[in-house]
């Protein structure tokens, strides 16, 4: 009715990862937190059926306040569904969007069953694809590895090679970890210079030691990549690309910092003030506050019964989202990089602070490192950002401000930390860029 609110529409845009295979998955990577999953749903076929599947794209779609709708399936492996269910899926979307409206696709794959005809679909329908690849083979493989426990690295590769030949948009997935932790620039030019990849997200591997897969717990596995290690893993590649490819790589964490250094939203829930825009759904149309809280406690309805909008702005998910910022300790409210950090992701948030209060982050350590260590290439982009010139003129400042470091720092020992205030070594921080 005319000046009534369209109450199956959400008042702010909100994202949902979509599960239409539930945790099913072709692979058994040993610390993929979703495969446990599958216990939640006893009996199920896993398999998204099609009243779900038109139901959730109508009101997803619906929901949307803002004439542009992204839709992200994952999984588990979501091109187990099948290509016929896609092509449900986009005939779907095309039938239930509004004038004006752009519907965007995103899908992550371990691209083992890729082939001519999935994209030459993913190219026709612009599908952006997201491939998980833990660098070279033998640091890839080390966890990656399918039922039989056979490595997957070539698979994925010749997966890799099909979506270039289509010319299909993708990104890389890589997922730092205890076996790959040691490697970054190994990992970095692999993925830059073998791979050809030019978009990039280095996922920090935080798995919680227990049998549920919830999070719960506070001890993590050996898997597990150290705070300092993931720190330094992103130091590393930093001082790499910010010497060579700004402009031509394109990292996640690294855009999210230059938001952030230039005073704009992250863009990225993990480094957000709060969160709780960012659902999952799975497959037979349950939603949740988050990807990785598919579990009972944080179960919010299902969209068969309840509107979706509805399930958004509901009391369970405001409140899931603002205890992301409510929480935070006071070790992270009095923190120098609180700005761009805002306390990291909530899931992580199982250790202390040197005070002795909880609910400190558990990668801390190595946030704090990075921050600190890239303030000053980041104060550059950022001013050049706001002079409306590229950013990739930082690289040309690089000399000058190694030049300017060194002689801050002349008599700091390769073993002492690092006076920037990253709080780690010189060698693995600033003594990075002293040419002596
Ligand atoms: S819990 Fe973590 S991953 Fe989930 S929405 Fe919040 S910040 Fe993002
Ligand atoms: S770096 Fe550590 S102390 Fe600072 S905001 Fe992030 S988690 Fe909190």
């Known amino acids: ?15 949902i990862m979509t599960k ?41 779609i619906r929901a949307q306040p803002h004439p542009e709708v992204s ?11 099948g290509l016929d269910f896609f092509r449900k899926a986009v005939a779907l979307q095309a ?32 599908f952006l694809i997201g491939v998980s690849l833990d660098g070279p083979q033998e640091l890839h493989d080390h966890y990656r590895v399918d039922k039989g426990g056979a490595p997957s690295f070539q698979r994925v590769m ?10 299909v948009s993708f990104n890389i997935l890589t997922t730092v970890h205890a076996a790959n932790e040691d490697h970054p620039i190994r990992v970095y030019e692999f993925l830059r210079d073998e791979v ?6 280095f996922i920090p591997i935080v798995e919680r030691e227990n049998a549920t897969g919830y999070q719960e717990g506070h001890t993590v596995t050996d898997r597990s990549v150290t705070a300092t290690k ?23 964490i690294f855009d999210v910092a230059l938001a952030a250094w230039s005073g704009n939203p992250a863009g990225l829930c993990v480094f957000e003030e709060t969160c709780g825009r960012a659902l999952a759904i799975e497959h037979e149309g349950s939603v949740y506050s988050c990807d990785h809280y598919v579990e009972p406690n944080y179960h919010l309805g299902n969209i068969m019964d309840v509107p979706l909008a509805e399930i958004v702005v509901g009391a369970d998910q405001r409140q899931f989202g603002e205890a992301k910022r409510d929480a935070l300790p006071q070790y992270c409210l009095d923190c120098e990089v609180r700005f761009v950090c805002n306390g990291g992701c909530p899931k992580n948030r199982i250790i202390q602070t040197p005070a002795g209060e909880a609910g400190l982050n558990y990668l801390c350590e190595g946030y704090r490192a990075f921050f600190n260590h890239i303030d000053e290439p980041m104060q550059i982009m950022a001013q050049l950002l706001r002079e409306e010139k590229p950013p990739a003129l930082v690289m040309s400042q690089m000399p000058g401000l190694e030049r300017r470091k060194n002689h801050r720092y002349p008599h700091t020992g390769r073993n002492e930390t690092c006076p920037c205030g990253s709080g780690i070594k010189y060698k693995k921080c600033c003594g990075r860029l002293r040419s002596n």
């Open 196 to 201: 050809a990849a030019r978009y990039l997200q």
């Open 1 to 15: 009715m005319p000046g009534l609110k369209d109450v199956s529409t959400a008042p702010f845009p909100f994202h």
């Open 71 to 81: 839709f992200a399936w994952q999984g588990g492996e979501p091109t187990l569904m």
């Open 230 to 252: 993931y720190g330094e893993f992103l130091i590393a590649i930093f001082d790499q690309w910010v010497r060579n490819d700004v402009g031509r790589v394109f990292v996640q």
């Open 95 to 126: 039938k239930y969007r509004r004038p004006g409206m752009r519907i965007l696709n995103s899908l992550q794959t371990n691209a083992i069953t890729l082939d001519e005809e999935w994209c030459r679909f993913f190219r026709e329908h612009q």
């Open 158 to 167: 010749q997966g890799i090679q099909l979506l270039q030949q289509h010319d």
């Open 20 to 60: 239409p295979r539930g945790a099913i998955c072709n692979l058994d990577c040993k610390y993929c937190y979703f495969l446990k999953k599958e216990a939640l749903f006893p009996g199920s076929n896993f398999r998204m059926s099609d009243p779900v599947l038109e139901e959730y794209i109508q009101q997803y």
